[in-house]
């Protein structure tokens, strides 16, 4: 290890200094990566380990002890209680991402392509980010006199005459979870499209033009393929943020709807850590195969 | 200058219903929490006050707020400092291959990607089986950072993609070290990014609930404090809170942009090309 921090001072003043090439560089990387890597490691690696460790301990109803027994996944995997929310689960990223994805794709769309003048560009962009700077919680809990029995929704429906009665199913129920969803996530559609959009070269768009391509065969054509990339890191972020939820879920549907999430924060509620921690390996496994299938599909890092 | 389309108007309607849709909520509330004191969580307003905001200032009606808000506070700035300066140093790291930097990469994915739920539980059970108390500033602290160092180095990445290497080049060839390159050419061009970097690390930390839920010990940061609001409080004070604190963002946000934007016209006014590396 003496032999490694001897060379870095010379690497650090000559980088290109020939002798501490092969060595040199990496040890650089190395500290410059260092807290990144630490945090990571104590923070993200260890809990991982931590919570793949602890689902195969055993619960009391007060604590928990080391074991090494397969009973919480075998609870897990014979109750039908798990495929449906598992199914749950899917069904919100799954509509959420189609909802997000459209509304996102258009946004960035009118904003890339329709808008003209570069500040007003910018402003509008801004103004689609700012929510995303603001509490998750508070924009949760200002649907409630929207959506409510006596809500604006409701109040606005009965007086235009369109319906009778307050619609029960607006708040609570698995379209306020949805709406809720795409509310709070739609952002992370319209900031990575909009950013693969403005790189996408206008020469192209003249070329399509002048092959006589119309506006929408362009679109078709010529944009959206191009565009992939940003809808691949958007739908990362939106099905990562959704299956990983329970807050969401838990608020908007006053706990009548249940995903992955909440049954892990159930658990822990009542201190089944290890059933817990059985639950969320298999989430984490779940989350980590569908990224790993959706990263094949685009290269991270050159796309920002 | 070429006539609209018709798809313009078209596009321009769906952005604005789109713009109502983000921010109609959160103005609704901002009316409602001048509710009079007989007022209730939806319309009709029953007549207009701060009674619910004074409420906000009697300790015995809602609980320790502000409190909770100096440690969101202080989180939020031991969060922000951090985030930039690990953020840096491993956007610099990144821009050479070096040995791990792949598996490095995709574990920061991870982090990016896993649910926040996995982080709380997981540290909360290492600090309980070590046998130490969960705190706000160490587990609350290093449980935050897994959530604003990804985006902080997603955004290095952007900044040095479009880095210009020649600026550097340019310093090396007339004598500068490696260090005096890195603090007298490439910070002071990657600073605007910088601010945003900070931005994010302090609003992600601000408004921080999952990854703070099982690690913030017994003093809850604001936002936890907001969700145990929404289970016991049926009053408008909790849209008063909600109003103050998305004010409170706002603020922030502002200060950053125009941080940004005063930069930009200094550079400008001093005839310098050096943001044009950006």
Redesign the interface.
Same mark, same amino acid.
């Given at each position: 290890m003496s032999d490694l921090a001897g060379d870095v001072q010379p690497v650090e003043k000559r980088p290109a200094k020939r002798a501490g090439r092969r060595l040199g560089p990496d040890v650089l990387g190395w500290l410059q990566a260092a807290p990144l890597t630490l945090v990571l490691v104590c923070f993200l690696l260890a809990p991982i380990a931590m919570i793949v460790a602890v689902s195969f301990w055993g619960a009391t109803e007060f604590s928990i002890y080391p074991a090494f027994q397969f009973d919480n996944y075998a609870f897990l995997f014979g109750s039908d209680v798990t495929y449906r929310v598992f199914f749950a689960t899917f069904k919100y990223a799954l509509i959420t991402w189609a909802f997000t994805l459209a509304i996102g794709f258009t946004v960035a769309y009118f904003l890339a392509f329709h808008v003209r003048s570069q500040p007003i560009q910018i402003a509008l962009f801004l103004l689609c980010t700012i929510p995303f700077w603001t509490s998750n919680i508070i924009r949760m809990i200002s649907w409630i006199p929207f959506l409510g029995r006596n809500g604006i929704a409701n109040s606005a429906l009965i007086s235009w005459g369109v319906i009778d009665e307050p619609l029960e199913w607006l708040l609570y129920s698995d379209f306020s979870v949805i709406l809720a969803f795409v509310h709070l996530y739609t952002l992370f559609m319209v900031v990575p499209i909009f950013n693969t959009m403005m790189r996408i070269d206008k020469s192209l768009l003249e070329a399509a033009r002048d092959n006589g391509a119309s506006g929408f065969q362009t679109l078709l054509h010529v944009i959206l393929p191009l565009t992939k990339p940003g809808i691949m890191i958007g739908t990362i972020f939106v099905v990562t943020l959704v299956m990983g939820d329970f807050i969401t879920v838990r608020f908007m549907s006053g706990s009548q709807r249940a995903n992955v999430g909440r049954l892990i924060s159930n658990d822990i509620s009542l201190l089944q850590y290890p059933s817990a921690a059985a639950t969320a390996v298999v989430l984490l496994c779940t989350v980590l195969l569908v990224i790993g299938i959706l990263l094949r599909f685009v290269n991270i890092r050159k796309e920002l | 200058?070429e006539k609209r389309?018709l798809?313009?108007y078209v596009?321009?309607g769906?952005?604005a219903l789109?713009?109502l849709?983000?921010?109609?909520?959160?103005l609704?509330?901002g009316i409602?929490s001048f509710q009079g004191p007989q007022g209730g969580?939806?319309?009709p307003m029953n007549g207009v006050s701060l009674h619910w905001f004074r409420d906000l200032f009697e300790e015995q009606a809602v609980g320790d707020i502000w409190g909770a808000f100096r440690r969101s506070l202080a989180l939020g700035l031991m969060v922000m400092v951090t985030t930039v300066?690990?953020?840096v140093?491993?956007g610099?790291?990144?821009r050479?291959?070096?040995?791990?930097?792949g598996l490095?990469?995709y574990?920061?994915? !991870?982090?990016?990607?896993?649910?926040? &739920?996995?982080?709380s =539980?997981?540290?909360g059970?290492?600090f309980n089986?070590l046998g130490l108390k969960v705190h706000w500033a160490t587990s609350g602290f290093?449980?935050q950072?897994?959530w604003t160092?990804p985006f902080g180095?997603?955004i290095m990445?952007?900044v040095f993609?479009r880095f210009d290497k020649s600026y550097e080049e340019a310093a090396?060839d007339q004598g500068a070290?490696?260090?005096q390159t890195i603090y007298h050419v490439v910070l002071p061009i990657i600073a605007p990014s910088l601010i945003g970097v900070a931005?994010f690390g302090f609003?992600l930390s601000?408004?921080e609930?999952?990854r703070t839920?099982?690690t913030a010990g017994s003093y809850n940061t604001l936002?936890l404090e907001?969700?145990g609001m929404?289970t016991n409080v049926t009053s408008p004070v909790?849209?008063a809170l909600?109003t103050l604190? !998305?004010l409170f963002?706002?603020m922030? &946000?502002a200060v950053f =942009?125009f941080t940004v934007w005063v930069m930009g016209k200094r550079r400008a006014r001093a005839g310098s090309d050096a943001g044009k590396g950006v």
């Amino acid at each position: 290890m003496s032999d490694l921090a001897g060379d870095v001072q010379p690497v650090e003043k000559r980088p290109a200094k020939r002798a501490g090439r092969r060595l040199g560089p990496d040890v650089l990387g190395w500290l410059q990566a260092a807290p990144l890597t630490l945090v990571l490691v104590c923070f993200l690696l260890a809990p991982i380990a931590m919570i793949v460790a602890v689902s195969f301990w055993g619960a009391t109803e007060f604590s928990i002890y080391p074991a090494f027994q397969f009973d919480n996944y075998a609870f897990l995997f014979g109750s039908d209680v798990t495929y449906r929310v598992f199914f749950a689960t899917f069904k919100y990223a799954l509509i959420t991402w189609a909802f997000t994805l459209a509304i996102g794709f258009t946004v960035a769309y009118f904003l890339a392509f329709h808008v003209r003048s570069q500040p007003i560009q910018i402003a509008l962009f801004l103004l689609c980010t700012i929510p995303f700077w603001t509490s998750n919680i508070i924009r949760m809990i200002s649907w409630i006199p929207f959506l409510g029995r006596n809500g604006i929704a409701n109040s606005a429906l009965i007086s235009w005459g369109v319906i009778d009665e307050p619609l029960e199913w607006l708040l609570y129920s698995d379209f306020s979870v949805i709406l809720a969803f795409v509310h709070l996530y739609t952002l992370f559609m319209v900031v990575p499209i909009f950013n693969t959009m403005m790189r996408i070269d206008k020469s192209l768009l003249e070329a399509a033009r002048d092959n006589g391509a119309s506006g929408f065969q362009t679109l078709l054509h010529v944009i959206l393929p191009l565009t992939k990339p940003g809808i691949m890191i958007g739908t990362i972020f939106v099905v990562t943020l959704v299956m990983g939820d329970f807050i969401t879920v838990r608020f908007m549907s006053g706990s009548q709807r249940a995903n992955v999430g909440r049954l892990i924060s159930n658990d822990i509620s009542l201190l089944q850590y290890p059933s817990a921690a059985a639950t969320a390996v298999v989430l984490l496994c779940t989350v980590l195969l569908v990224i790993g299938i959706l990263l094949r599909f685009v290269n991270i890092r050159k796309e920002l | 200058m070429e006539k609209r389309p018709l798809s313009f108007y078209v596009l321009a309607g769906f952005f604005a219903l789109f713009v109502l849709f983000l921010y109609g909520p959160t103005l609704t509330i901002g009316i409602l929490s001048f509710q009079g004191p007989q007022g209730g969580l939806t319309f009709p307003m029953n007549g207009v006050s701060l009674h619910w905001f004074r409420d906000l200032f009697e300790e015995q009606a809602v609980g320790d707020i502000w409190g909770a808000f100096r440690r969101s506070l202080a989180l939020g700035l031991m969060v922000m400092v951090t985030t930039v300066v690990v953020s840096v140093m491993a956007g610099l790291a990144f821009r050479k291959r070096f040995l791990g930097s792949g598996l490095l990469f995709y574990i920061a994915i !991870t982090s990016l990607v896993i649910p926040s &739920i996995l982080i709380s =539980l997981g540290v909360g059970l290492i600090f309980n089986q070590l046998g130490l108390k969960v705190h706000w500033a160490t587990s609350g602290f290093g449980s935050q950072l897994t959530w604003t160092l990804p985006f902080g180095l997603l955004i290095m990445f952007a900044v040095f993609n479009r880095f210009d290497k020649s600026y550097e080049e340019a310093a090396r060839d007339q004598g500068a070290t490696a260090w005096q390159t890195i603090y007298h050419v490439v910070l002071p061009i990657i600073a605007p990014s910088l601010i945003g970097v900070a931005l994010f690390g302090f609003t992600l930390s601000y408004d921080e609930f999952a990854r703070t839920l099982l690690t913030a010990g017994s003093y809850n940061t604001l936002p936890l404090e907001v969700f145990g609001m929404t289970t016991n409080v049926t009053s408008p004070v909790i849209y008063a809170l909600g109003t103050l604190t !998305t004010l409170f963002s706002l603020m922030i &946000i502002a200060v950053f =942009l125009f941080t940004v934007w005063v930069m930009g016209k200094r550079r400008a006014r001093a005839g310098s090309d050096a943001g044009k590396g950006v």
